[in-house]
Nanobody
Framework: QVQLVESGGGLVQVGGSLRLSCAAS????????VGWFRQAPGKERECVAA????????YYADSVKGRFTLSRENAKSTVYLQMNSLKPEDTAVYYC?????????????????WGQGTQVTVSS
């Protein structure tokens, strides 16, 4: 079992920044790929970024490329999503998910464990 806890969400103005953290406990975190997904009311869940277990493979959705940066610190069993130049359309609940041995899949069905989510609200 892997337990995931997201933090760092909140209310920010357009153009502002937030850094989300996904802290893992349980099994060897370095074996897991981690994805960040978001879901806004009335919209489908989408993957915004994902990183492979080794950190060598990264995926970013086109909507966040150049604004969001994903990194992992295996020694702390934590993955970070730095979000800059935030826009109102980034408003959503953000979830992190972990996949054993994964390679930065954008498909949520590939992930084995999910956190509870953290709300990000960007006001204009």
């Amino acid at each position: 079992q892997v337990q995931l806890v997201e933090s760092g969400g909140g209310l920010v103005q357009v153009g502002g920044s937030l850094r989300l953290s996904c802290a893992a406990s349980g099994r060897t975190f370095s074996n897991y790929a981690v994805g960040w997904f978001r879901q806004a009311p009335g919209k489908e869940r989408e993957c915004v970024a994902a990183i492979s277990w080794s950190g060598g493979a990264l995926y970013y959705a086109d909507s966040v490329k150049g604004r969001f940066t994903l990194s992992r610190e295996n020694a702390k069993s934590t993955v970070y999503l730095q979000m800059n130049s935030l826009k109102p359309e980034d408003t959503a609940v953000y979830y992190c998910a972990a996949e054993n041995g994964g390679y930065s899949s954008r498909n949520g069905d590939d992930y084995d464990y999910w956190g509870q989510g953290t709300q990000v609200t960007v006001s204009s």
